[in-house]
């Protein structure tokens, strides 16, 4: 079966501006995270979604969102955009938070 | 919160040889993976290991959960091998993972 998608793989984006990262979970999969992953802080979580709701948010500021689609597919955004921003963005997801996750490939942003 | 802790940071090892990760948290968990980081960034699932051993192949994981810490072993090891490794857990009542800061194992030929 088809694994975790993430779109696009690469991204640059300029200070100031807003990106929208995607993410299609393993079809049956109603759960879906995301983290992120930078050099200084490893990888922390952002949010999760189950059944288009959100259940848990990480320490983040608001200027990062999600959201999830009747479909389990999500979405994140980051609005006005930090250099400290730039970071590998890896979703992942799962039938229940109570089993195994599994990672998509990732989307790497670099902010100029 | 929960805290994990992975060891040893780096290791360098000679191609057909055995090593041992280690991962020691901070406090009850509900979910433990141990994954691999490949050089193009997608995190590997190799365990789903709360508690118990597991094999797979050259890689075997046990988790005493009643001692808070994992162990993931890899023997023959190739250089495919190479690339961070990850222990991640979900403690008692949360609903997301937190990260270790992984093993860096590099095998040389």
């Known amino acids: 079966k088809a694994g975790v998608t993430q779109t696009p793989r690469y991204l640059i984006k300029t200070r100031g501006q807003q990106v929208t990262l995607s993410c299609s979970p393993i079809?049956?999969?109603?759960?879906v995270s995301w983290y992120q992953q930078t050099p200084g802080q490893g990888l922390q979580f952002l949010f999760e979604?189950?059944?288009?709701?959100?259940?848990n948010k990480g320490n983040f500021p608001g200027r990062f969102s999600g959201r999830q689609f009747s479909n389990s597919r999500s979405e994140m955004n980051v609005s006005t955009l930090e250099l400290g921003d730039s970071a590998l963005y890896l979703c992942a997801s799962s039938p229940t938070v109570y089993y195994g996750y599994t990672f998509g490939s990732g989307t790497r942003l670099t902010v100029v | 919160g929960i805290q994990v802790e992975q060891s040893p940071p780096d290791l360098i090892l000679q191609e057909g040889a055995n090593s041992t990760l280690r991962c020691n948290f901070s406090d009850s968990v509900n979910n433990l993976q141990w994954f691999h980081q490949n050089p193009w960034g997608q995190l590997i699932n190799l365990f789903y290991i709360p508690s118990g051993t597991k094999q797979n192949g050259r890689l075997s994981a046990t988790t005493v959960a009643t001692e808070r810490y994992s162990l993931l072993y890899i023997s023959s090891s190739q250089t495919t091998d190479s690339g961070v490794y990850f222990c991640?857990?979900?403690?008692?009542?949360?609903?997301?993972?937190?990260f270790g800061p992984g093993t860096r194992l590099s095998v040389l030929p």
């Open positions: 991640a857990v979900v403690e008692d009542y949360g609903q997301n993972f937190v």
């Open positions: 079809s049956g999969h109603r759960s």
């Open positions: 979604y189950f059944s288009e709701t959100q259940r």
